[in-house]
C-alpha cells in the first residue's frame, strides 16, 4: 500500500566472499581507518582459507555519512591470503579516500578469487631458487565508485 518502506538488498553474486564492519560512531582518522582495514582482511583471509581460495581482486568500500561510497581496489598477481600482504596493500592507500563527514561502514569484497594451490618447493644444491617477485607487481589502484560503477559492479 506504500505505507511502509521496503529496504531492499542487492542480488550478490554467492561467489563474492565479503565482510563488513558497521560502527556506532562514525570514523574519518586514518589510523583508525588502518586499524579496521587490518581486522576486516583478517577475517577475509579466514573465509578464504575455509572455502580452499585466494584473492586475486579486493574491493574496500567505505560507505560516507553523507551516503557517498568511496572505494579502494588492489589486484594480485597470484592468489593470496597472506595477512600483512594484503593490509599492507590496502592501507598504502588510505591517504587517497576522503572520509567527509565520517565513514559509518567499510566493506571488504574478494571480487574476485581463486583456488589456493600448493606450491611445491624443489630442493636442488646446485641450483638456486627463483626469488618470489609478485609483491612487487601487486599494485592498488583507486576506484571511482559512483552509484552507477556500483550498480554495474
Do not use: W
Amino acid at each position: 500500500m506504500g505505507r511502509r518502506s521496503e529496504p531492499f538488498e542487492p542480488a550478490r553474486s554467492p561467489e563474492v566472499i565479503e565482510v563488513r564492519r558497521a560502527f556506532g560512531e562514525p570514523i574519518g582518522a586514518a589510523e583508525t581507518i588502518a586499524r579496521y582495514t587490518g581486522k576486516l582482511v583478517a577475517t577475509l583471509c579466514e573465509a578464504l582459507e575455509a572455502k580452499g581460495l585466494g584473492a586475486r581482486r579486493l574491493d574496500l568500500l567505505f560507505h560516507r555519512v553523507d551516503n557517498r561510497i568511496e572505494a579502494i581496489r588492489v589486484g594480485t598477481a597470484v592468489p593470496v591470503r597472506d595477512v600483512k600482504r594484503l593490509t599492507r596493500l590496502l592501507t598504502d592507500r588510505i591517504e587517497t579516500v576522503d572520509p567527509g563527514f565520517g565513514i559509518e561502514v567499510m566493506t571488504l569484497a574478494a571480487t574476485l578469487a581463486e583456488p589456493f594451490g600448493a606450491k611445491q618447493i624443489i630442493s636442488s644444491l646446485v641450483e638456486e631458487p627463483e626469488p618470489d617477485i609478485t609483491d612487487l607487481i601487486d599494485v592498488p589502484r583507486r576506484l571511482s565508485c559512483g552509484r552507477r560503477a556500483l550498480a554495474e559492479r
